[in-house]
């Protein structure tokens, strides 16, 4: 799994302890996939909308397309790309 250029995180186990280190850190996370998805084959493009509200107060909204290349039943490969600048939380309304 790859964030847009960064190098890739490998292992069920890496992913794993990644996502849950940011959820928790989170209050609540509300995502939503925007139809269609596209599909060629093996090849997956999903774009996702995520919505955050961090236990700080604040929430950060991103956009962004995964890249996912599939074998059979399981993501063997996943690139998302995203506008960096949205990763920067923005306090509450």
Partial sequence: MQE????????????IK???E???RADSLLSTCVRPVLVNGDTVVVRWIFQFEWKDGSMTRMEELA??????ERIT???FFYDPEQRIPRRRG
């Avoid at 250029?5 to 069920?12: D, L, Y």
């Avoid at 890249?67 to 059979?72: F, I, K, M, V």
């Fill in 18 to 20: 990644h996502e849950r």
């Fill in 67 to 72: 890249y996912q290349r599939w074998e059979g």
């Fill in 22 to 24: 940011v959820l928790s």
């Fill in 4 to 15: 847009n250029n960064s190098p890739p995180r490998v292992g069920r186990d890496a992913l």
């Fill in 77 to 79: 490969e996943e690139q």
